[in-house]
């Protein structure tokens, strides 16, 4: 029989498991959208999107209630994930190079 420190310990293992993986899908997502983001800068592309951050909210609220996860937890979490990449986008375009400048 486990006792419940025993078990305790598993749970917890396997928390620190799905933080990591977490942590390195946030970090993989994060690599795109500084791509995307260099993107804009070039071509002189608003670091935000209304209309495709409604759309992701509105994904995710679905993904979050067929998963059974708070709906409004997941729009909060997307909000400040959104809020992050276009706070790296804005810094972007006030520093990317005009793309008709040649480099010198």
Same mark, same amino acid.
Do not use: W
């Given at each position: 029989?486990? @006792?419940?420190?025993? &078990? ?5 293992? @396997?928390?620190?498991? /799905?933080?990591?993986? /977490? ?10 959208? &500084? ?6 800068a ?13 759309? &992701? ?10 998963? #059974? /996860?708070?709906?409004?937890?997941a729009?909060?979490?997307? #909000? ?17 190079? #005009? ?6």
């Amino acid at each position: 029989m486990t @006792s419940p420190t025993d &078990q305790l310990d598993k749970y917890r293992a @396997s928390i620190d498991n /799905l933080d990591a993986i /977490l942590l390195h899908t946030l970090a993989e997502r994060f690599k795109v959208t &500084q791509a995307v983001g260099e993107l804009k800068a070039a071509h002189d592309m608003p670091p935000a999107d209304k209309a495709r951050e409604a759309r &992701q909210i509105e994904r995710l609220r679905k993904l979050a209630e067929d998963s #059974n /996860l708070d709906p409004v937890f997941a729009e909060k979490f997307l #909000n400040f994930i959104v809020a992050e990449v276009i706070r790296h986008h804005e810094k972007l375009r006030g520093s990317a190079p #005009n793309p008709e400048t040649p480099n010198t």
